[in-house]
């Protein structure tokens, strides 16, 4: 494998995808800075460094999608990370949104359907060094039992309703951020949870996801 490099040049990139994010509204302090740090390049190898780094979303393998950046820095934004949370993200894809998670300090389980996926970037992640990043295979709009509760949870693939086994996995105090609609397009929901019978929801601007496939998915 030919070594990653991580130059000014790339650095340059960030700082002005990060001035564009901020433009955009993304206020978080912690979720820009993060987003500054990740070399988003090495996740996405086979785009110029300047794609790499253009607010848009890309192609990866197995006709998946890396989110748009901004969609990234919107929903951990919503996600309110603080260091020393745990976070469970349904669909790991390239690990991106992973990377951003650890690199604000949370403890992340991801969890990705495509085995292919799952085993390119499990592996991508360990030789990056994300030690506080677990990869799992499966379906993940049932969550991951064996690990629950979680802080906070976040679904990076729009889903038809919100899964009830993700509500039941939150820790009281705890949210979920998923997009939920139709196949074409899908608005941003947050669900505070409150105690285990009281949910808050709040649905927020429109976004276009792949699909959450899956037992409580389409
Ligand atoms: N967070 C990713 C973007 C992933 S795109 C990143 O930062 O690159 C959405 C991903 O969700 C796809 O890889 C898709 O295969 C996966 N996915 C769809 N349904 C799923 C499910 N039920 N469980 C786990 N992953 C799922």
Redesign the pocket.
Known sequence: MIPLKDSYKHKGLRKVLVKTLREKGIKDESVLEAIGRVPRHF?IQKYTAEKAYEDTALQ?D??????QPFT?AYQTELLNVRPGITVL????????????LAEMGAKVY?????EE?YRK?SRFLAEMGYSSIQCFL?????GLKTHAPFDRI????GAPSVPQPLLKQLRKGGTLVIPVGDEKVQKMITVLKISEKEYEQIELDAFK??????????
Do not use: C, K, M, N
């Open positions: 996740f990866i197995a006709g998946q999608t890396i989110s990234v993200e349904i669909g790991t894809g390239s690990g991106y949104q992973a990377a951003i991801t969890i990705e359907r495509q996926l970037t499966g379906d993940g709009s049932i976040i679904v990076t693939a996801f792949v699909p959450l496939i899956g037992e409580s998915a389409w």
